[in-house]
């Protein structure tokens, strides 16, 4: 009886280990997709960001753009900043998880604007009207640049991974795709 409660206390640990873990030894492929609303942003930004909000989405697109030698400023709230302002967010997050073999999809979503202005970002934070609504925000005749982004990672995982840090792997390359589109844009390029 008692081999039989050691064995259930280490398997107990293990399967917490494996739950909260934060670790990912393996191999990934990722494949991503963008999709930009208006198409096409000309800008003329400085080298500046102010990311919103303050959550483990926005600390990592702010450790990318950090990495590639930006300035970042991280709020709190959404309010106009001196700089460009760049809302972050999760749409979706789907796992399918095995200790050694994991499949992930994710959707962030992300508002960029070159004058630090975050009112179109709170008209549709406030809108009931959906995607309708972003299809239309950049109507304006207004100099400054702002676009709407969606970005689709897939991933496939294979190694010793925790779920924890398979969660923390999915926004980690999510934000790499988010900056590398942002960038796209500054460069007045097609994303």
């Not at 676009?147 to 925790?162: F, H, K, P, Q």
Request: net charge negative; charged share 15%.
């Amino acid at each position: 009886m008692r081999k039989l409660h050691l064995a259930a206390a280490v398997l107990l640990v293990l399967l917490l280990a494996f739950y909260f873990g934060p670790f990912v030894f393996g191999s990934s492929k990722t494949d991503s997709k963008v999709v930009v609303m208006p198409d096409q942003v000309n800008v003329s930004a400085g080298s500046g960001f102010c990311v919103y909000p303050d959550s483990t989405l926005g600390n990592l697109v702010a450790s990318e753009l950090r990495s590639r030698g930006y300035r970042v400023l991280l709020l709190s709230a959404p309010v106009e900043c001196d700089g460009q302002f760049l809302a972050v967010w999760v749409e979706w997050i789907n796992i399918t998880y095995f200790p050694v073999s994991s499949r992930g999809h994710i959707r962030v979503g992300a508002f960029y604007s070159s004058s630090g202005d975050p009112g179109d970002y709170l008209s549709h934070l406030n809108s009931t009207g959906g995607m309708g609504v972003l299809s239309a925000f950049n109507e304006s005749e207004t100099p400054e640049g702002q676009a709407y982004l969606l970005v689709d990672v897939s991933d496939e995982s294979r190694g010793l991974i925790g779920f924890a840090g398979y969660n923390r792997h999915l926004l980690e390359i999510s934000s790499e795709a988010l900056v590398d589109h942002v960038e796209r844009i500054l460069e007045g390029g097609r994303s």
